[in-house]
């Protein structure tokens, strides 16, 4: 069964950190670029970082660029998202999704990880 499972969400303060991991299996993400979009209460749902399966290039939002970083680890079949520098308004769900080429058009995605929610807030 193909699955992708988000953790590491929950509460943080303005300004501080959180790391996402989102962890595949029945799939080998080794071919697969990864994504991360966030959804909003009330917001259309927003690519924010993607890495490709074939070189590792890496892509961000500008709203994001320079205070969140997307990485891999192919033998743990697992890509984490480490955000830093973090805003109220960023408060969403989060979701990881998988598809063979980069891309930040959520409707061309084969597949979706249930979301883990990030709130900030003090």
């Known amino acids: 069964q193909v699955q992708l499972v988000e953790s590491g969400g929950g509460l943080v303060q303005p300004g501080g950190s959180l790391r996402l991991s989102c962890a595949a299996s029945?799939?080998?993400?080794?071919?697969?670029?990864i994504s991360w979009f966030r959804q909003a209460p009330g917001k259309e749902r927003e690519g924010v970082s993607c890495?490709?399966?074939?070189?590792?290039?890496?892509y961000y939002a500008d709203s994001v660029k320079g205070r969140f970083t997307i990485s891999r680890d192919n033998a743990k079949n697992t890509v984490y998202r480490q955000m830093n520098s973090l805003k109220p308004e960023e408060t969403a769900v989060y979701y990881c999704?998988?598809?063979?080429?980069?891309?930040?058009?959520?409707?061309?995605?084969?597949?979706w990880g249930q979301g883990t929610q990030v709130t900030v807030s003090t």
């Open positions: 029945g799939f080998n993400l080794d071919y697969y670029a």
């Open positions: 890495i490709s399966s074939s070189d590792g290039s890496t």
């Open positions: 999704a998988g598809r063979r080429g980069p891309s930040f058009d959520y409707s061309l995605y084969e597949y």
